[in-house]
């Protein structure tokens, strides 16, 4: 996906701002949703499309700060670049610490809408390509049989051969043997690549309470 494929959605409760807003983004070749608030937008936001949500500050029911609030509540992860109004510095300060890309100022020039349009854009390309090499390095580590998974979690945490070896109740031979199977699997020479892919994949990550480790009392699986 370019740039331009990607949709803005104008969240704003002044008709005249969506109008010369709206007309402004299409004539420069994006596609746009408008909006006239927040409620509105929060309603329909589940069924859309990744895109920069260009988002008013001050509007009625619900402001802005709190449609950005609710977004990352509800884990909708698209890039937000705040209209503000003039003194309202403070305000877009707290929106760029809550996560916005950017804040332009009302009224402002064409080249600083696009700039910011922009670099919300860019953070779009960066999450699609984190997301396809977590996909990739999922399907690496879905052929990995249980034991050897069990020693790539190990390997996350830091642990020398003996130590993991000790906690899955198996020979540090053992270990070596599984650690080099994984290698192949995962078509990788040394640990550092290995790693990388195993973070990737969120390797670990189903390990973060002691209910959830494997017990050392498991009957090993050689």
């Known amino acids: 996906m370019t740039n331009s494929d990607y949709p803005i959605y104008l969240v704003d409760d002044d ?7 709206g007309f ?15 409620v509105e937008f929060l309603k329909e936001v589940r069924s859309r499309e990744p895109g920069c949500v ?19 509540e509800r884990g909708v992860p698209f890039p937000v670049v705040v209209m503000t109004g003039h003194g309202d510095v403070e ?22 809408m696009l700039e910011a349009i922009g670099e919300a854009f860019d953070r779009l390309d960066r999450s699609g390509e984190k997301s396809k090499r977590r996909e990739e390095a999922e399907l690496l580590v879905k052929g990995l ?6 020693v790539l979690v190990g390997l996350t945490k830091g642990y020398p051969n003996k130590t993991i070896g000790y906690d899955l109740d198996i020979s540090p ?8 199977n994984l290698m192949k699997k995962l078509n990788v020479y040394n640990l550092s690549d290995l790693l990388r892919i195993a973070f990737a994949a969120g390797v670990g990550e189903e390990w ?11 009957p090993p699986t050689v």
Do not use: C, W
């Open 15 to 21: 008709d005249s701002v969506r109008r010369s807003v």
């Open 24 to 38: 402004m983004l299409k004539t420069s070749g994006h596609h746009v949703e408008s909006y006239v608030n927040g």
């Open 54 to 72: 260009l988002l008013d500050i001050q509007m009625p029911e619900i402001d802005g700060l709190e449609v950005q609030s609710e977004l990352r």
């Open 91 to 112: 305000v877009a300060v707290r929106a760029m610490k809550a996560g916005a890309v950017d804040f332009i100022e009302k009224p402002f020039a064409k080249e600083t």
């Open 145 to 150: 049989t249980r034991r050897e998974h069990e």
């Open 173 to 180: 031979r053992t270990v070596e043997i599984h650690r080099a």
């Open 208 to 218: 973060q309470t002691e209910a959830d480790a494997p017990s050392v009392n498991e």
